[in-house]
């Protein structure tokens, strides 16, 4: 059995990551990475929850967590992974939170799709972030993420087109990036920047980071 390298130490940043089993997609439609984005709220509790109760009765986001696991301060979800950047909340949280996360999509993504078995390639990865630079480039990292699907080699070539990039981003509605935006939206909530460094001031201040790192060449 492996054992995981990285211990998980309450007030320390780490970047969350996994992937579906093969490459394979682990979001189909819409309502996938809907899922996906509410379990991010409920399974980052102390308290059970259950799905069923929770559709029929309202808002999913009026649930009481009894409090949080980790603190999520960035999260993007592409078709066949996705990144979390958190911060540990209490001793083992982590793995509870990732546990609780993965098994009720699992759940949900096999009946819906009638399938059986693992869809994520293993055990999630996981990446101390030890040093402030890093910390705020990983925000950055995780949210220009969706310009793969438009710019499937951007990083080696460059941006084709700065303004369809943007705009883009502006409307990728499954990660965290309209948040920092100042958007409201219902799904902030899954949000705790207030466990993290305060960056990025304005909105100015995170368009000016992410056009920087857009324009960036290795």
């Not at 999630?124 to 699907?149: A, G, T, V």
């Not at 909530?189 to 990025?200: A, D, G, K």
């Amino acid at each position: 059995m492996s054992i995981r390298k990285i211990n998980f130490v309450e007030g320390e940043f780490y970047h969350i990551y996994n992937r579906g089993n093969s490459k394979q997609k682990i979001f189909n439609d819409t309502n996938d990475y809907k899922r996906f984005i509410d379990l991010l709220f409920l399974a980052n509790s102390k308290n059970n929850f259950n799905l069923f109760n929770l559709f029929k009765n309202g808002n999913l986001y009026d649930f009481d967590r009894g409090g949080v696991l980790v603190d999520i301060g960035a999260y993007c979800l592409m078709p066949n992974h996705f990144h979390i950047l958190i911060n540990p909340k209490k001793e083992g949280g982590v793995s509870k939170f990732m546990q609780k996360l993965t098994t009720a999509y699992v759940m949900y993504y096999n009946q819906k799709y009638k399938r059986t078995g693992g869809l994520f390639e293993g055990k999630f990865k996981s990446e101390h972030i030890n040093n402030d630079r890093y910390l705020k480039y990983i925000f950055s990292y995780i949210h220009l993420n969706p310009i793969k699907l438009i710019e499937p080699k951007w990083k080696d070539v460059g941006i084709k087109n700065n303004n369809k990039t943007i705009s883009f981003l502006n409307e990728y509605i499954f990660s965290s990036y309209l948040d920092y935006k100042k958007e409201n939206r219902e799904q902030k909530i899954i949000l705790n920047t207030e466990s993290f460094p305060n960056y990025f001031l304005t909105q100015k201040d995170l368009e000016s980071e992410i056009l920087y790192w857009i324009n960036y060449k290795l």
